[in-house]
Nanobody, 112 residues
């Protein structure tokens, strides 16, 4: 059974940083690309970033390029999202997903 558990969310000031983690289990971690997706209050799901199996091939939506960095640790079965220079528009619930499997999400709030 696939399990994805996100952590690391919280309150940050504009310009601040947060690091999200997603612990994965129940599947062959090294065989799948994984993604972060977010949902702002009152809005739909919005893809943020993907890291492919080798860990070096990554993709980002334009709004977060240069500010967010996705990575994976195959030894720990964890993916990360380092978020720097945070903006109020980054506020939302952040989910990690692999295929049709999703975690429960972690809340990120960017506010002064």
């Amino acid at each position: 059974q696939v399990q994805l558990v996100e952590s690391g969310g919280g309150l940050a000031q504009p310009g601040g940083s947060l690091r999200l983690s997603c612990e994965a289990s129940g599947f062959t971690f090294s065989a799948y690309g994984m993604s972060w997706t977010r949902q702002a209050p009152g809005k739909g799901l919005e893809w943020v970033s993907t890291v492919y199996t080798d860990g070096t091939d990554t993709r980002y939506r334009d709004a977060v390029k240069g500010r967010f960095t996705i990575s994976r640790d195959a030894a720990k079965n964890v993916i990360y999202l380092q978020m720097n220079s945070l903006k109020p528009d980054d506020t939302g619930v952040y989910y990690c997903n692999v295929g049709d499997n999703w975690g429960q999400g972690t809340q990120v709030t960017v506010s002064s």
